[in-house]
């Protein structure tokens, strides 16, 4: 008889861990990734939360034009093969 007791409270401890699990491991997941994204954002010297906050309205597009590559091709790139087909 108490075989039968130390098995059912075994397995209820394992099924109720199993359940308390599956419903918590939304919000660990939530937890872990927000650390994550704190460590992160410290290591590159941001703050994660900090929103870029300008005149933009939502849904207006800019472009920001970065100075152009000015370098133009060498004429002199290499030497020309010519290779001849074998009949």
Do not use: H
């Not at 359940?19 to 590159?44: E, H, L, W």
């Not at 800019?62 to 020309?80: C, F, I, P, R, W």
Request: charged share 25%; hydrophobic share 35%.
């Amino acid at each position: 008889m108490t075989f039968l007791k130390t098995l059912l409270i075994i397995l209820l401890v394992y099924y109720g861990v199993k359940i308390i699990f599956k419903f918590a491991k939304p919000y660990m997941m939530r937890y872990i990734a927000k650390k994550a994204t704190d460590r992160f954002g410290q290591a590159f010297g941001q703050n994660s939360y900090q929103t870029d906050n300008t005149t933009q309205q939502e849904g207006e597009v800019t472009l920001d034009k970065s100075q152009a590559n000015t370098q133009t091709s060498k004429s002199t790139v290499g030497e020309y093969v010519d290779f001849e087909e074998i009949d």
